[in-house]
């Protein structure tokens, strides 16, 4: 009998998605993340703990990049991960470094965390913060035709989830409010999670899974998408991506995966590095079409 897939037990599944375990000091890398995003709220001097919705917690923070003249900027709208348990925004406003250079904003979204709130308030707080963002996006100096979507791991799924949204019957919004996607290192199918160490503070059902897992909602329609994931993590952190990223473009959806070689944890430097790899994917997103 198993339990998911080709896993047996609890054991071979936490295996699995015990991520921190995959390198040999995962707190260096949490007290690297704090340092530089100090310093990078010194240097950008962003607007901090913008409200989007009722509850403390339910803020952004806004980091415009550096140009010329009062021109709106395109923007990177930034979800973190953490298991929906740790983290908030603070630890990631260094993903900024990557796209202030080049022109853009990046908004950094906080959310509350599990086991406060459930995993499908979670992702209703993504699609609050980010039908905020675009219907005031005039007012925080950005232009509203050219933001770019990214998250990373549990940020990852808030991605698959924005993209699934009905943005028109929901929110009053374009049915495809993005000009990109970035999924890195996304958990986009949840049914795993139910037999793994994360449960105790997710408190998922199976059928929780069945309507928040974005493997399992693909969207009707999806801007210019990649997903991305590193060559250090886990087999099934490498399946999620795959998998989902197949299954959109079998579905007629610009989606394509990319593997980098790269941890978990050390991905999102090539974000946060204004020449790095996923920041050059970020500005082909917003680069002007080809006439």
């Not at 921190?20 to 001097?45: H, I, K, M, N």
């Not at 853009?104 to 963002?133: C, G, M, S």
């Not at 079998?250 to 790899?277: C, M, Q, Y």
Request: glycine share 8%.
């Amino acid at each position: 009998m198993s339990l998911y897939r080709e896993f047996a037990t609890v054991d071979e599944l936490t295996a699995q998605y015990d991520i921190e375990a995959t390198v040999p000091d995962f707190g260096a890398y949490a007290e690297d993340y704090v340092a530089r995003s100090a310093a990078t709220r010194q240097a950008l001097r962003g607007t901090l703990d913008v409200r989007y919705g009722a509850t403390l917690t339910e803020t952004f923070d806004v980091f415009p990049g550096r140009a010329d003249g009062d021109a709106l900027q395109p923007a990177l709208f930034f979800v973190h991960g953490g298991f929906w348990k740790a983290t908030d925004s603070k630890v990631w406003s260094y993903v900024a470094d990557g796209m202030a250079p080049h022109g853009v904003t990046t908004v950094v979204e906080n959310y509350t965390l599990a086991p406060a709130v459930t995993v499908a308030e979670i992702t209703r707080q993504h699609r609050a913060a980010f039908a905020y963002l675009y219907r005031n996006a005039e007012s925080l100096g950005i232009d509203r035709d050219r933001i770019v979507v990214a998250g990373h791991s549990a940020g990852g799924h808030a991605v698959g989830a924005l993209l699934a949204t009905d943005w028109v019957g929901e929110y009053g919004l374009p049915a495809q409010p993005f000009a990109g996607a970035l999924p890195v290192s996304a958990v986009m199918d949840l049914r795993p999670l139910v037999y793994s160490f994360v449960q105790p503070w997710l408190n998922l059902t199976v059928e929780d899974t069945l309507v928040l897992s974005p493997q399992l909602n693909l969207p009707e329609v999806a801007p210019p998408t990649l997903a991305v994931v590193g060559t250090q993590e886990t087999p099934e952190f490498e399946r999620q991506t795959r998998d989902w990223a197949a299954a959109c473009a079998e579905a007629g959806l610009p989606v394509e995966s990319r593997t980098l070689e790269r941890n978990h944890f050390d991905i999102l430097d090539t974000l946060a590095d204004p020449d790095g790899e996923l920041a050059q994917a970020v500005l082909g997103f917003l680069a002007p079409p080809v006439s």
